[in-house]
């Protein structure tokens, strides 16, 4: 089995396409089985847990590959590589159906872009961005711009997004503290341009990841209870994947175990 993102000698273009894809391939089985491992162990259907692939700062190649081998939901980070990039892979592969998740932080003014190409927005943590993220669905219906590439997804053509939960209150990952949760659940229920899915989280490093899963599924199970359509849990990331699907997790996303380190870009 090769190793996703190892180096790629002094092959001819084709044969590192070929090395890569490959690559890509071997990783997506081994993730894939994970998965079902996972599932096995909790004693839940292989059919309730997503595989979202985080392509942060790889090329739009790997993601062509990736959707060749039959992975169509993709997430990343930055709005402005994300932009640019699902344009590419639109030209690589143009009949592919591909979803696009921001998974990262997002600033107000960046919303705009976001709107236009994201069939889920993860990482909505605070009344600002709930704002102009409204007011960006809602403009782009109002001049009839249907940009994004996943309209079918969109109820009544809202946007879905996930709360993002802070498990230990640090300010640097983002996202809003269980006290926040009820109040910007409510205040996305009134939004004409939004609908709410449910909740991601990020585990703490130095988090044990069971107890950090457990409490993200409580606070789940709480915003469910008010918001019935609320039932996505985004949780696990390449190392503690397993632990999220123990704790009810219905979308993992995965970087590193699927496409290896990023590249190191220079400047």
Known sequence: MTTPGSPRGSSTGTEAELVRRA?????????????????AAAGRPVDEVDLLAVTKGHPAADVA???????????????????????EVAELRPEAALRWHLVGRLQTNKARAVAAWASRVESVDSERLVDALDAAVRRAGDTGADSYPDHAARTGGRLPVLLQVSIDGDPTRG??????????????????????HGVMAIAPAAAEP??????VHELAQRLRAEHPVAQVISAGMSGDLEAAIRHGSTCVRVGTALMGQRPITSG
Request: aromatic fraction near 2%; charged fraction near 25%; charge should be negative.
């Open 175 to 196: 996202g809003a503290t269980a006290e926040q949760l009820p109040a910007l659940a409510d205040r996305i229920a009134g939004c004409a341009g939004l609908e709410l």
């Open 65 to 87: 590959a990736l959707a060749k081998l039959g992975q169509s939901a993709f997430a990343e980070s930055k709005a402005q590589e994300a932009g640019s990039k699902i344009a």
């Open 23 to 39: 690559e890509l391939s071997d990783a997506l089985d081994a993730v894939r089985a994970r998965i079902d491992r996972a599932c």
């Open 210 to 215: 069971d107890r950090a899963f457990a409490t």
